[in-house]
């Protein structure tokens, strides 16, 4: 049910995203009074086909819903089979190149607006989910502190209460206790809860992360907890922070994390979690002087599943939050140069060693969708949308063949050399970019197969 649910998510959000697309090409194109054949999202077979009475431009549903295009007269030899040719200044090339060019970059704008507006709409419309609440409520207002509720119960809360019952000064109870998080690691998709990991059957040293499988609802931490082998050298700023050791990059890069589902049932791992008091009638700065460190000692237990790690009764507790007015403004304002960002640096990792793995393809974004729901719920579905729709802009830019950012460039060449390029050239290098750009989406699509196996 969740993979069908995902296959219907990407199918509305893509259909969503090239009809947007598409439709800008269109308005401009009518705009410009440009003869419009037909305005196609898909490929392949017709599943609808139609025009408007006394309409001049069909519109289609195709059965392969992997693009689009708008079919305009002048951008081929002639007019497509079954039309007939209208009249000649109706051509695309017959109005002037600044609007030929609007009309080119009108999806792109229109897919870049979108995208500014689902993030919003995730930002304003639906509540956010946290992994850790943050607060700058501290001496230095640069200082970012990290920590978020638990419950415990069981041996956890023993522990705990075994340092309370040894330090009556403090003056705290077991429930004004928080876990505190160093570091966020990975752009916030995991963080670093320990530096200090003890593994009963191993002398190598490793740190712990929470990679949490949902932010939705309450969880234990054993589920969400991975051991990584630490890496020897930690800077200056790290050591300032009180840390000591930080996961491998190569090694947290290639998800090589510590397999418990291999390890012994009888291994014992000890990881030492700092924990926050947090008490309303004290000021906060004087209560970040009172963290403390514990050892919680996880089992690993056989299950039909395989091994699985356990620490009964440390459970995690969900943070919602409604931002409001004010606050979805300053989200979105954070959020947007975020998104741009990852977007060129994901294109820039293209030309770089093993880049094709970075890619992706409607197989692996189908595949990544619940996690992407499980960690933000429908706000995440949103700012997901946002994020593929921007990405959609910035690659439509580019100037490869087959794509707005190679007409665009043909035709600025034209208005510069006041020369026309051969409508066959043209032809031809479009074709050889499409077939190239579904030759790469079928390897990205096969790769992405067999990585969900």
Not at 230 to 244: F, H, L, N, R
Not at 346 to 375: E, H, K
Not at 395 to 400: R, S, T, V, Y
Request: proline share 6%; hydrophobic share 45%.
């Amino acid at each position: 049910m969740e993979i069908l649910l995902a296959i219907l998510e990407i199918i509305i959000i893509l259909g969503v995203l090239i009809s947007i697309h598409e439709a800008g090409h269109l308005s401009m194109a009518k705009a410009f009074g440009v003869y419009c054949f037909e305005y196609s999202i898909g490929f392949g077979p017709a599943i609808i086909h139609r025009k408007r009475k006394k309409g001049e431009t069909y519109f289609s549903l195709r059965a392969i819903p992997l693009g689009g295009y708008v079919s305009m007269y002048g951008e081929d030899e002639g007019a497509p089979e079954g039309y007939d040719a209208p009249d000649p200044s109706r051509s695309l090339n017959a109005i002037a190149k600044w609007k030929k060019c609007i009309v080119l970059v009108a999806g792109v704008f229109l897919n870049f607006v979108l995208g500014l507006v689902l993030i919003f709409v995730s930002d304003i419309a639906f509540p956010q989910y946290y992994s850790a609440y943050q607060s700058a409520l501290v001496d230095d207002p640069e200082t970012t502190v990290l920590y978020t509720p638990v419950s415990l119960s069981g041996e956890p809360l023993s522990v705990l209460e075994s340092y309370i019952e040894d330090h009556p000064e403090d003056g705290f109870a077991a429930e004004e206790y928080y876990l505190d998080i160093p570091l966020i690691l990975n752009g916030g998709t995991s963080v670093l809860l320990s530096d200090e990991v003890y593994i009963s059957n191993s002398s190598e040293p490793y740190v712990a992360l929470y990679t949490p499988s949902t932010l939705l609802k309450n969880h234990d931490l054993a589920s969400s907890i991975s051991f990584y082998l630490a890496s020897e050298e930690v800077g200056e700023d790290m050591k300032e922070q009180g840390i000591d050791r930080l996961p491998d990059p190569e090694k947290l890069s290639a998800g090589e994390s510590y397999l418990v589902s291999n390890a012994d049932p009888s291994t014992v791992i000890t990881v030492n979690l700092t924990m926050l008091p947090i008490n309303e009638d004290g000021l906060f700065a004087e209560n970040l002087e009172k963290r403390v460190t514990l050892p919680f000692k996880f089992t690993i237990e056989s299950s039909e599943d395989g091994q699985k790690l356990s620490l009964p009764g440390f459970e995690i507790q969900a943070i919602k939050q409604w931002l409001g007015w004010n606050g979805a403004w300053r989200q979105w304002a954070s959020d947007v140069p975020e998104a741009c960002g990852a977007i060129v640096k994901g294109f820039a990792s293209l030309f770089s060693p093993g880049g094709f793995q970075n890619l992706s393809g409607i197989v692996g974004m189908t595949a990544a969708l619940p996690n992407i729901q499980a960690t933000g719920g429908v706000a995440m579905i949103f700012y997901f949308a946002g994020l593929l729709s921007i990405n959609l802009a910035f690659f439509n830019l580019l100037p490869f063949p087959g794509l707005d950012g190679w007409a665009l460039l043909v035709t600025v060449i034209e208005g510069v050399s006041k020369r026309k390029v051969p409508a066959k050239a043209q032809t031809i290098m479009s074709i050889i970019g499409m077939v190239l750009l579904f030759g790469l989406m079928i390897a990205v699509t096969v790769k992405d197969i067999i990585q969900l196996f």
